[in-house]
T-cell receptor
Framework: NAGVTQTPKFQVLKTGQSMTLQCAQD?????MSWYRQDPGMGLRLIHY???????DQGEVPNGYNVSRSTTEDFPLRLLSAAPSQTSVYFC?????????????FGSGTRLTVV | KNEVEQSPQNLTAQEGEFITINCSYS?????LHWLQQHPGGGIVSLFM???GKKKHGRLIATINIQEKHSSLHITASHPRDSAVYIC?????????FGAGTRLTVKP
């Protein structure tokens, strides 16, 4: 089925470890984005991309890296995990950032850093 | 002060009632995005609008750019509408979210 696939669904990391959260879409969407959701803070934009080879920072980019080598994939890298990065991470894609296109969200990755 | 404010934070309604959720923003925007987050955590995009009004089934979204305010209405509410509704202000490619409104519709 067409959509946004996020892997893994759950992950536990130790402080200082690195990992990559994967996000893939098969809808030929140009716009892709990563968010974190924390209790009491709501959703916050981490990084976004408007097409292959183009990425930019959102509201909370520190501690995260992204790249967009293909239209389909937009991985999020944690270089040295910290307990403050414990969160639920969502990836989303769309034809464009604004109207009239809605976004398709992945099912989320629950990350715990101990 | 948050750039995007939603009210109410929590809302309980009886099945069949008309629901209104409000969203005010203090930033300049190119569009306003309404999202629904199911109890299981999945997020669905409901509306993206930059002016006027949009309708999909029992859901209606309106926006007043001059007043920096948007509303989401649900007509004839149903228990399956129970979810968290989130508005987000889009400024070019950046998006800032409200804290969400938790709606519970009782049968």
């Amino acid at each position: 089925n067409a959509g946004v696939t996020q892997t893994p669904k759950f992950q536990v990391l130790k402080t200082g470890q690195s990992m990559t959260l994967q996000c893939a879409q098969d809808m030929n969407h140009e716009y892709m984005s990563w968010y974190r959701q924390d209790p009491g803070m709501g959703l916050r934009l981490i990084h976004y991309s408007v097409g292959a080879g183009i990425t930019d920072q959102g509201e909370v980019p520190n501690g995260y890296n992204v790249s967009r080598s293909t239209t389909e994939d937009f991985p999020l890298r944690l270089l040295s995990a910290a307990p403050s990065q414990t969160s639920v991470y969502f990836c989303a894609s769309s034809y464009g950032a604004g109207p009239p296109y809605g976004y398709t969200f992945g099912s989320g990755t629950r990350l715990t850093v101990v | 002060k948050n750039e995007v404010e939603q009210s109410p934070q929590n809302l309980t309604a009886q099945e069949g009632e008309f629901i209104t959720i409000n969203c005010s923003y203090s930033v300049g925007i190119s569009a306003l995005h309404w999202l629904q987050q199911h109890p299981g955590g999945g997020i669905v995009s409901l509306f993206m609008l930059s002016s006027g009004k949009k309708k999909h089934g029992r859901l209606i979204a309106t926006i007043n750019i001059q007043e920096k305010h948007s509303s989401l209405h649900i007509t004839a509410s149903h228990p399956r509408d129970s979810a968290v509704y989130i508005c987000a202000a889009i400024d070019n490619n950046d998006m800032r979210f409200g804290a969400g409104t938790r709606l519970t519709v009782k049968p």
